[in-house]
Each structure stands twice: as C-alpha cells, then as structure tokens.
C-alpha cells in the first residue's frame, strides 16, 4: 500500500488550498483514509477521516465548516480541501489508510504517506 500525499504550498490567510492523497484503487475500496496534521512543537493531529464503504466522513471541530474530505476512487485521489485558512492551520499535512471502524484510536494508520507543507502566513 503507497499513499502520497500533495499539493502543499504558501497560502495567506482566508485563502483555499487543496491538498492530495493518492492510492491505489484497491487501497480505496479496501480503507479510510484518514488526513492529520503536525505543527512545528505540537504532537500530531488527527483532523478528518472518510470511510471507504458509505463514504461517512470526520472532521475535527477546529476544521468543521472550513475542510471538506473527498474521494474520487476513478482518479485514485483522496482530497481535502481546506477554505478559510488561518495561521493555526500551518503544519504538514500526511495522509494515512487504516480501518474506518478504528479511527480515532491511539496508532491509527496502518500506512502512511510522506508529508506536504501548508504554510498559512501574510
């Protein structure tokens, strides 16, 4: 299972950016990918997740109403698209594949792909 994740960049606040994750269409149909974050001195964060059966997605309340999780298993792509940016949403962003049904468990993420950078800064 290779997840890759992209599409990271310089974004000022109150701009969009879209990040990507891309997989095979196997991996889609056979997990959720799930996106966390890590910010320079904080631990990592679990941010949103969608299931690969019912497409039943998470979000963590501090990206609720801004990030939407995305999935187009034709193009093998998981997305997140993330509006209304604000400085706390700078870290490196990675996704990672594991079991919907376990999401939110300590060592969630049976595999994982490299980070992309999003830094939100005027």
């Known amino acids: 299972v290779q997840l890759q994740a992209s599409g990271g960049g310089l974004v000022q606040p109150g701009g969009s950016l879209r990040v990507s994750c891309a997989a095979s269409?196997?991996?889609?149909?056979?997990?959720?990918i799930g996106w966390f974050r890590q910010a320079p001195g904080k631990e990592r964060e679990e941010i949103s997740c969608?299931?690969?059966?019912?497409?039943?997605?998470y979000y963590v309340d501090s990206v609720k109403g801004r990030f939407t999780i995305s999935s187009d298993p034709a193009k093998k792509m998981v997305y997140l698209q993330m509006n209304n940016l604000k400085f706390e949403d700078t870290a490196v962003y990675y996704c990672?594949?594991?079991?919907?049904?376990?999401?939110?468990?300590?060592?969630?993420?049976?595999?994982w792909g490299q980070g992309t950078l999003v830094t939100v800064s005027s």
């Open positions: 269409r196997s991996t889609l149909d056979r997990y959720a």
């Open positions: 969608i299931s690969s059966v019912d497409g039943k997605t």
């Open positions: 990672a594949a594991d079991s919907w049904s376990t999401w939110g468990d300590p060592g969630w993420g049976d595999y």
